[in-house]
């Protein structure tokens, strides 16, 4: 399967105005922004701001996506969305991305996640993706109707 990869500089606000109703259309919205309410404006300024961004493809479909925020030299924070059209392929499509970010930056060795302890599917996700586990982390997620879970804390090398 051909992957193509869109950056953040490719994208317009229009773009990502699409991305966001993606998001919000296949009922991903609140897994993945689970901290607090988020419209498009707020997704395209976060984006635009925060992270760089990545968009993997097949050339007809959006596949997945992709941000890291915090990056620090060797180092980011990851977030990972999988689209319906990538089901069967979520996988090998990480594996893929993780690729892409290696060659386009290699000074980029370890990406790292904090995914909620109530995630299942995003905890199986990080496993299948070979995430090394560090650990629970009590009380470090606080969810939009201010309650307090755990997060489980993962990196992966690159």
């Excluded at 996988?91 to 290699?106: D, S, T």
Aim: with cysteine.
């Amino acid at each position: 399967m051909d992957l193509n990869y869109t950056t953040l500089y490719q994208l317009s606000d229009a773009d990502l105005h699409i991305v966001f109703n993606q998001i919000v259309s296949e009922d991903l919205a609140d897994s993945l922004f689970y901290d607090k309410e988020i419209n498009a404006a707020d997704f395209v300024g976060f984006i635009r701001n925060h992270t760089m961004f990545i968009l993997i493809g097949d050339g007809e479909e959006t596949l997945s996506a992709c941000w890291l925020t915090d990056f620090k030299d060797n180092l980011a924070y990851i977030h990972y969305v999988s689209f319906k059209a990538s089901k069967g392929r979520a996988v090998y499509i990480a594996k893929e991305g993780f690729k892409w970010l290696k060659r386009h930056f290699p000074t980029l060795n370890v990406v790292m996640g904090l995914t909620p302890a109530n995630n299942n599917k995003a905890i199986q996700f990080y496993k299948h993706l070979n995430f090394t586990e560090l650990g629970k982390v009590p009380n470090s997620i606080t969810l939009k109707d201010s309650s307090v879970i755990d997060g489980y804390l993962t990196y992966k090398e690159l």
